[in-house]
């Protein structure tokens, strides 16, 4: 099965690690090439998508700065590409581009892995850029309450409120100087911004504001125990990892690529062991 991701600045991805090491575990030989607008000239997401599917490809991810040109591509959007209006998975088959955002799908694959049946309740979500338009649409579509919304740019967390209302979800933004009156009040707390990357040290929120009748999700998986992540499990609250999206969105990109439900089903049981494996290996380097 030959795969690949298109983008820009994706030579260090772990999408190839990610969908080979799944291929080997489901008996489902996998090859998954890189191709970066920063090693070679990718004059449109068209044009490298149309050259890909005349060399064989039974599907792609597509990430920065093609997302949304990914679905406006597809033949066959789902409803969730449709509703955050960006895709990241298109799969080829019988003529036809399917679209897929499996960060919205893999998030919410994760938040019920980690928390159950849990409601996510009143939610204050941190950053509404890419991944944070698809885990505000996987909050709201989970059964959030409300979903909360702050940005640094306070157009686009409006915007984005604007367009979950319009598909009948609650949704309101605050700005940064209310986030600390308003976090007691949230059930659940979401970090989207770049804030505890290890490039970008730091807790998205004061710490002592996270207590034990939270969640929390922390987008940033590299460190995986985020200064953000450390304060909630300090605090005794439930952890939903960013690690779980990582593995979730590949595990339902490689779910779509696979052409029977066999197949599917056989990636999907592999979910649990990719998660225990990506954890572990990131806690090494967090301890290295």
């Known amino acids: 099965m030959k795969l690949g991701l298109i983008g820009k600045a994706i030579m260090n991805s772990s999408s190839p690690d990610l969908h080979v090491r799944l291929g080997k575990l489901t008996g489902?030989?996998?090859?998954?090439?890189?191709?970066?607008?920063?090693?070679?000239?990718?004059?449109?997401?068209?044009?490298?998508?149309?050259?890909?599917?005349?060399?064989?490809?039974?599907?792609?991810?597509?990430?920065y700065p093609w997302k949304e040109d990914a679905v406006k591509l597809?033949?066959?959007?789902s409803r969730g590409a449709s509703m955050v209006g960006s895709a990241n998975t298109l799969v080829f088959e019988d003529g036809e581009i399917i679209a897929e955002n499996t960060?919205?799908?893999?998030?919410?694959?994760?938040?019920?892995?980690?928390?159950?049946?849990?409601e996510p309740g009143r939610v204050l979500q941190l950053g509404t850029g890419g991944v944070g338009k698809a885990v505000a649409f996987g909050l709201a579509s989970l059964g959030a309450s409300e979903v909360i919304l702050m940005d640094l740019d306070e157009s686009k967390?409006?915007?984005?409120?604007?367009?979950?209302?319009?598909?009948?979800?609650?949704?309101?933004?605050i700005t940064p100087e209310q986030v600390a009156e308003t976090v007691?009040?949230?059930?659940?707390?979401?970090n989207c911004t770049p804030v505890g990357h290890e490039k970008s040290p730091g807790c998205p929120l004061p710490s002592e504001l996270v207590a034990a009748h939270h969640w929390i999700f922390d987008a940033v998986y590299v460190p995986a125990v985020t200064e953000f992540v450390a304060a909630a499990k300090a605090a005794g609250a439930a952890v939903v990892s960013g690690v779980s999206l990582f593995v979730f969105q590949g595990v339902d990109a490689f779910k779509l690529f696979c052409e029977d439900e066999a197949k599917r089903a056989a990636a999907e049981a592999q979910a649990a062991t990719l998660f225990a494996h990506y954890r572990r290996e990131l806690l090494k380097e967090n301890d290295a």
């Open 28 to 63: 489902i030989p996998a090859t998954y090439d890189l191709f970066d607008a920063n090693e070679q000239p990718i004059a449109s997401l068209e044009q490298q998508v149309r050259k890909v599917i005349a060399e064989g490809y039974r599907g792609v991810n597509v990430t």
């Open 74 to 77: 597809a033949t066959r959007p």
């Open 103 to 118: 960060d919205f799908t893999g998030f919410m694959s994760g938040f019920r892995a980690t928390l159950g049946e849990r």
């Open 157 to 173: 967390s409006r915007q984005l409120a604007a367009e979950l209302a319009a598909h009948g979800f609650k949704a309101s933004t």
């Open 184 to 190: 007691p009040s949230c059930d659940g707390l979401v």
